[in-house]
């Protein structure tokens, strides 16, 4: 579904020395499941994850979406795969626009990607809303006039409009509670089984990696230094994780 061969990214400091900040790392993601992507801080998880989707330019290195290369095509060829593979950042606030409506924002992504006539949208919106646990009503609000967890549903929202085949989760908890974390990883479980979608999860949360991944790497000093090839027990990856 998703390949990623020897990708590095460098970047040029200001005394002119490029240093990579990711290393020649490679992995893959099947069909339908959730690979978690641990790492400390500033161990490049985002960095990644944005070469993955071509919000930044890896240095060298292939990426594959099923089947298809993906690095070496224009931004333009690039666009067809957008709607398919999305990302989910951790801070829903600057995510979401704050001047719009949740139900102007939702809006907006199917008239940009052409997905529906202005009649169905309205019917689809309080589908969505429903489907990631939101009382349509919601819609009326503003991202201010909502919790947290309920802006971290309507970002979930807002990427199944395109029905994608892959999300990257960015640290998508981190500002939740460990009640609504749960929740909101129950229902992206649920979404998956329906929708058959993949995951790519990153986090420094051992246990939640545990709890929800498939499989599991780790990433440290700019590679990956741990691949599972199935699910890890939380004394084991601490362990991997601490080495
Ligand atoms: N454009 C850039 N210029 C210089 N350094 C960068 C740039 N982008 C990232 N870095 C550095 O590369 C490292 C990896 O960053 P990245 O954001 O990928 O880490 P991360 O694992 O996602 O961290 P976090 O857990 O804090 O989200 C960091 O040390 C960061 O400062
Ligand atoms: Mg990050």
Redesign the pocket.
């Known amino acids: 579904m998703v390949e990623v061969k020897k990708l590095t990214?460098e970047?040029?400091?200001s005394t002119g020395i490029f240093l990579p900040?990711?290393n020649d790392i490679s992995f893959s993601i099947d069909k339908k499941e959730t690979v978690g992507l641990l790492?400390?801080?500033?161990?490049?998880?985002?960095?990644?994850?944005?070469c993955m989707l071509r919000l930044?330019e890896p240095t060298s290195g292939e990426i594959y979406f099923e089947g298809e290369r993906v690095d070496n095509i224009s931004q333009r060829k690039f666009r067809k795969f957008r709607k398919e593979y999305q990302i989910i950042f951790?801070d829903s606030s600057s995510t979401l626009n704050p001047i719009y409506t949740i139900e102007e924002q939702l809006r907006e992504v199917f008239l940009y990607y052409k997905l529906s006539d202005n009649n169905n949208v309205d019917k689809k919106i309080d589908n969505l809303l429903e489907e990631v646990g939101l009382n349509p009503s919601i819609k009326r609000k503003y991202p201010h006039e909502i919790s947290t967890g309920e802006k971290q549903r309507v970002c979930i929202a807002r990427v199944l409009i395109t029905n994608p085949k892959f999300i990257v989760l960015?640290?998508i908890s981190s500002s939740l509670d460990v009640i609504n974390e749960r929740k909101i990883f129950d229902l992206l479980k649920d979404i998956q089984k329906k929708r058959f979608v993949s995951y790519l999860l990153?986090t420094?949360n051992i246990k939640l990696a545990c709890n929800y991944c498939d499989r599991i790497m780790i990433?440290s000093d700019?590679k990956l230094k741990f691949l599972s090839n199935n699910k890890v027990q939380e004394e084991e990856l601490v362990k991997h994780f601490e080495d």
């Open positions: 990214k970047i040029k400091y900040i990711i790492g400390k801080i500033g161990s490049g998880k985002s960095t990644i994850a944005l930044i951790q960015d640290e990153i420094h990433l700019k």
